[in-house]
């Protein structure tokens, strides 16, 4: 059988954070825009779809701001309605044992507070094929000195056979997670009624305190962390035939610990394909996707009921899915090469006489933490 090595398309984009809190949605001005990140495959859920609304400037760092309160809700063609749970910082979850099916078309529903609604295009969840192997190998990049982290890792890649069928699309993603080994690190304190660093105060000629006082976990706690590159490929040239050497992740070499990798291969459509592709073009040289620049690549899928002309940022993304999980063995091939270990900067309090640990601060659900322990996880 005639093999191929891949060489994908990589290409970043930014990833948003939604910190400050917005009750009552409206576009502030041209710049400002609703922001949906949305996705369903065939795994199992929840799902999410995350709402908020965009900087209003691109001249000043202002982060996404939630949008609460909306309505979100997803249809599909056999006449399911599926409504999703509102939870924190804007994220809206589907029940937990529901699942998209494949040859199924859905399309998703957002109405906001102010009474402005939005919908999707319908969108058809296509199937993957299967992951065939995951690999990893320790390599050293040699134009790094072997203190900085960049200079040691295993690269990962995967095989997988193409489907039969042409112009089929793919994209490749992997999550990691690890115990979150501080809950907050804060300059002024911990408020635990707000569950969250106190607020700030200024101090004469600008001073500030000199460190950080970092807050251990009062309950299980995961930091989620996730690729921030779209890796997606074509199969018009290699119709049908297996695919090798698929690069997937770069690991870290931090210390000797399992590294918990899943590794997820999905089948796109051509449309989410071009939208991904064309990302490239504007995030090149201007920031991140949701920094709005003139020429940002707006929604292919989601558009407003109310307006014809309102612009959107994001996408409602259907797709079939196939996923492995993996443990990276960081003591198989490194032998005679030291971890580039992770640096916390400022302290911890220690405990008090007669206690067995300094003070610790709450678990706060969020896209990139989470208390469920995830699945197969082990230490």
Known sequence: MKRFILYIIFFSVGLWSCIT???????????????????L???????????SSSSPSISINVENKPIYNAQVFITDDKGANIVLTEGDNGIYYT????????????????NLPNGKKYESSPEK?????????????????????????????????????????????????????????FCASCERGYDYGLKKCSVENNFPNGQTFPELINYGCLESCFDISFNSTYNILSDKL?????????????VPYNNKSLYYLKVEQRAISEKMFRYFRSIKDVTQGSGTLFDVPAETQFSPNIFSLSDSNEKILGAFEVFGSQEKLIYVDRQIGSDGYSPVLVVYPGRVIPPPPGAISGPKAYCIEGKYRTKTEPEGFRE
């Open 238 to 250: 290699l119709n049908g035939q297996q695919v090798t050497g698929v690069p997937i992740a770069r």
């Open 41 to 51: 495959s065939n795994q199992k859920g929840p799902h999410k779809v995350i709402l």
């Open 21 to 39: 809190e917005i009750r009552d949605f409206e576009q502030i001005d041209s710049a400002s825009f609703l922001t949906v990140e949305a996705s």
């Open 95 to 110: 029940p937990d044992n529901f699942q998209g099916v494949v040859g199924n078309t859905y399309t998703l529903h957002i």
């Open 125 to 181: 969840l296509k199937a993957a094929p299967a992951i065939d192997t995951v690999k990893y190998t320790f390599n050293v990049k040699d134009n790094y000195p072997l203190t900085d982290a960049r200079s040691v890792g295993f690269d990962v890649t995967l095989d997988f056979k193409d489907s039969p069928e042409t112009d089929e699309y793919y994209q490749w993603k992997w999550t990691h997670y690890e115990r979150t080994v």
